[in-house]
């Protein structure tokens, strides 16, 4: 899908801080994180939601972000995490490219749902990347 954010994403198009790859699915930090350290993990080839996607990719990509997401809490010194996939603008999908949030969360963060316009300071982007990269086992 040429005009689509995430395959721009995997075809390297688009810059992002990837902290997991292999021949069907990445993970990568949100650019708008909701806490620190928000993952996001897709498969490479484009489907638009849950119904889209087939189940043995969708199965893949729950494998992805039960790997991911101890790395981000370790890495992020996290209490918890939310694992949410929003399908359809009514539930708050904005990418039309199937993904699981993997969001790490602090006891007593009281984060709401909903679009987060937190951005990273210079650098820290990469160096918060580096650290889940490390922790992934
Ligand atoms: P949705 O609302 O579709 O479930 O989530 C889409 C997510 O993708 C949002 O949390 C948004 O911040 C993130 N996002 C949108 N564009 C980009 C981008 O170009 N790079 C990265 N890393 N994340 C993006
Ligand atoms: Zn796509």
New binding site residues.
Partial sequence: MSNC?FCK?VNWE?P??QVYEDDQFIA?????PMNWG?T?VIPRGHYENVLDVPEDILAGMIKIAKKVAPAVVSAMKADGFNIEI?NGRAA????DHV?I?VIPRIQGDNLKSG??RSRYAEGEMGATAKKIKDAIK
């Fill in positions: 954010v994403i688009t992002s801080q990568f930090l949100d650019i708008n928000h996001l929003n708050g999908q904005l990418v993904h949030h679009p987060s």
